[in-house]
């Protein structure tokens, strides 16, 4: 049995329990009314794609944030779990974890299995019916299309307006050579290259033709000859997963024969059957 506990699994009444986290991100609270330092907030993320938020108070800083990077794993023992923030939570957990004297924190080993990164982001048709909604903070994915001038505001705040569009598409295809067979996933770019056309307009054919088969565009993968450079992670190794990123793909054409070519290629047959 492990000795560690799954961050789901943390109560009020844990605080002899042991976790073992990575570190995802670490930001200062700060009072933008009189620019003064709240605390800290430290993202913890555990292999079960579980995350919580740890709050370091001031007084707590030199002893505890000197031990903690991100993106790094440690083991924590005796904790304790206190109610979370009830407004702008970067996790939407009604606990969060604070450290106190006894709390013990060590480096471990990082063998791949805990994510490195957790958000819970929202589609961006939804992102319109949040607005007004204080309780959390919105995670979004995007590409920049364009970005404003850095304004400064009140109380020394500031402000960059930046235009995002929604191109988070995911294919997942399976691949086969001479020798055997895996599972790619191809992400935006990499995703249209294979297909030769945009997804968003793809996926805007299906929703309104109510396309009941597969389009022609992705049938057409099928037989399709390709290289593939691929990303392997330690988790992939670790446990065993063969779902593989794509980094970069290019298609394998056989180069076309020309007239020289084919005339070169009928004179040798000639000789040969001459000879």
Same mark, same amino acid.
């Given at each position: 049995?492990?000795?560690?506990?799954?961050?789901?699994?943390?109560?009020?009444?844990?605080?002899?329990?042991?976790?073992?986290?990575?570190?995802?991100?670490?930001?200062?609270?700060?009072?933008?009314?009189?620019?003064?330092?709240?605390?800290?907030?430290?993202?913890?993320?555990?292999?079960?794609?579980?995350?919580?938020?740890?709050?370091?108070?001031?007084?707590?800083?030199?002893?505890?944030?000197?031990?903690?990077?991100?993106?790094?794993?440690?083991?924590?023992?005796?904790?304790?779990?206190?109610?979370?923030?009830?407004?702008?939570?970067?996790?939407?957990?009604?606990?969060?974890?604070?450290?106190?004297?006894?709390?013990?924190?060590?480096?471990?080993?990082?063998?791949?299995?805990?994510?490195?990164?957790?958000?819970?982001? %929202?589609?961006?048709? $939804?992102?319109? @019916?949040?607005?007004?909604?204080?309780?959390? *903070? &919105? #995670?979004?994915?995007?590409? /920049?299309?364009?970005?404003? %001038?850095?304004?400064? $505001?009140?109380? @020394?705040?500031?402000?960059?307006?930046?235009? *995002? &569009? #929604?191109?988070?598409?995911? /294919?997942?295809?399976?691949?086969?050579?001479?020798?055997?067979?895996?599972?790619?996933?191809?992400?935006?770019?990499?995703?249209?290259?294979?297909?030769?056309?945009?997804?968003?307009?793809?996926?805007?054919?299906?929703?309104?033709?109510?396309?009941?088969?597969?389009?022609?565009?992705?049938?057409?993968?099928?037989?399709?000859?390709?290289?593939?450079?691929?990303?392997?992670?330690?988790?992939?190794?670790?446990?065993?997963?063969?779902?593989?990123?794509?980094?970069?793909?290019?298609?394998?054409?056989?180069?076309?024969?020309?007239?020289?070519?084919?005339?070169?290629?009928?004179?040798?047959?000639?000789?040969?059957?001459?000879?």
């Amino acid at each position: 049995m492990s000795p560690y506990s799954m961050l789901s699994a943390l109560s009020q009444q844990s605080d002899n329990k042991k976790i073992l986290v990575r570190v995802g991100r670490i930001w200062e609270a700060v009072n933008r009314k009189n620019n003064t330092l709240l605390h800290t907030n430290v993202i913890l993320l555990d292999e079960k794609d579980d995350h919580i938020l740890a709050i370091v108070r001031n007084n707590q800083r030199d002893a505890f944030l000197p031990m903690l990077k991100e993106n790094e794993v440690y083991s924590i023992s005796n904790l304790k779990l206190v109610p979370g923030p009830k407004l702008y939570r970067s996790v939407d957990r009604d606990l969060s974890v604070n450290f106190f004297y006894k709390t013990k924190i060590e480096e471990h080993q990082d063998t791949g299995s805990i994510p490195r990164y957790k958000f819970e982001l %929202q589609p961006f048709h $939804r992102v319109k @019916d949040l607005v007004g909604d204080t309780k959390c *903070l &919105i #995670d979004v994915i995007g590409m /920049v299309m364009s970005y404003g %001038q850095l304004e400064k $505001r009140s109380h @020394d705040a500031q402000k960059m307006d930046v235009v *995002l &569009i #929604d191109t988070s598409y995911r /294919v997942v295809i399976r691949i086969e050579d001479g020798t055997g067979s895996t599972t790619l996933t191809l992400f935006n770019k990499e995703a249209e290259q294979i297909i030769g056309a945009p997804l968003n307009t793809l996926l805007k054919e299906i929703e309104k033709e109510k396309l009941a088969e597969i389009p022609p565009a992705l049938k057409n993968l099928i037989g399709k000859k390709c290289a593939f450079q691929i990303k392997i992670t330690p988790y992939n190794i670790e446990k065993g997963c063969e779902e593989y990123t794509v980094t970069r793909v290019s298609e394998f054409t056989l180069p076309p024969i020309t007239n020289d070519a084919a005339d070169s290629s009928e004179g040798s047959n000639k000789k040969q059957r001459t000879a």
